[in-house]
Structure formats: C-alpha cells, structure tokens
C-alpha cells in the first residue's frame, strides 16, 4: 500500500440469530397434546426444526409438554351381594371438579339406577364388573371398576309343624324365607279329606301373620296332619312350586 501501510476495509457482519426458541404446554396424565401435526405425549419434549424464511437460519422449537394434576379415584375391588339385594356404589374422586361421571357397561336398566352420576345403586343379579371415568373440570380423566359377586338366593323354609296355643312360640305356620324373595304368589292347605281350610294370595314371606293361626270357620282346627301347597317368585324370575305336609298340635 501507499507509504508502506496496508489498505484498511471495513466490513460489517449481521450475525443472523440461529437461536431455540421453548414452548411448555400442559396435558392430561397419560395423554396427549396434538401439536404441528405431532402427538406429543404427556411428559415428553419434542423438537422441531423451523425453516428461516429468505436467507435466514433455521430455528430450533422445543415443546414439553407437562402434566397437569388429573382426577384421582377410589372405589373398592370387588364386593358382594344377595340376588334381589341393592349395594351403592360409592367411589371417592379428587381433584378439580366440578365431576362428570360415566358408567359402564350398560347392562339392563335395573342393573344399575343411574349411569351418569357418582353413586348409583346397583342390583344385578349374576356377576358383573362395572366401570367408572371420572372427568375433572379440566377434560382429565381416571378410571376404575368394581366387581360385584352375587350370591344366590336362598330357598325359603317351610316347617313341618305348628302349635297354635298362643304361648309365643310356634302359634303360626308361614313361609321362612330371606328378604331377596320376591313374594308368595298363594299359600294353600287342605284338610286330609280334601277341603281347603287356608289360602291366601301375593303376599310377602318371613311374616307369621299372613300365615295360618289354624282357625277355620271361626274355631280351632282339631290336631291333625294337613297338605300344604305354595308357589314363590324368587328375585331373578323364577317360580318355586312347594308342597308337603304340616302337623297342628294342640
């Protein structure tokens, strides 16, 4: 250069920024969040690489997406019941409500009372596993289910003898049944020649009054054997025809 110096040129660099740009959504627990086209689970980072327009860098966006805190629920494994009997169902959410609730499945109407509230009453009559979600006032959800055992119906019992001497004990032949039975469609007994000295119609078992006293005709029926007959609706439909004898003693 002139006079022995080098020539000095000035330049000027725009540094085009290549930096990442941090995005944090939030999601259900054991979910996911749709985002530019991508599920990104719950808990997890997904990156995404973003062309620069005309001449410019690509840029680096990070999602994550974090957990929210979802509904909690309790309700008991498996519980047990009498065919005929009822049970409340009773599970214990937590979290942010208000609560949606949803049953399932959805068996006959009267297996259940409800399926959209928190503690509907169940009565099945075979074995079954209901299902419950519980939805938070933020769209998250949980689920469980209880298994219901049903145990059968007992059949009724009906004794062999009565005395009717109003001591207090004994003084009534009825029906001696658990409360699962439906009713006694008729109660019958006849004399040994044939007559028919008691009926009566649709009423509940296990309730000595609405059994015989043994009067008959307004006076007190001799000691004797007599022939009884019944017919009983149990609690899944069935009808249990019963005879046998009855001793009065007096």
Sequence with gaps: ?????DSIVQLTVDLIDTGTIYLTLQGCPGGFVPYNGVDIPTGATQVFQ???SAGECDSTLVVTV??????????IDTDTLVAGDTLVLNPIAGGIGPFQWQWAPLPPPEDLSCYTCPSPVASPLDDITFTVTVTDAQGCTAL????????PCEEPFVPNAFSPDNDGTNDWFYIIAPECVVQVHYLRIYARWGELVFERSNFPANVETLGWDGN???KKFPSDVLVWL???EMPDGTVLRKKGDVTLLR
């Design 230 to 232: 019944a017919e009983i």
């Design 50 to 52: 973003l062309p620069g």
């Design 66 to 75: 974090t957990p929210l805190t979802g509904p909690s629920l309790q309700l």
């Design 144 to 151: 469980d289910s209880v298994t219901l055992i049903v145990l």
């Design 216 to 218: 008959f005709r307004g």
């Design 1 to 5: 250069g002139e006079n022995g110096c």
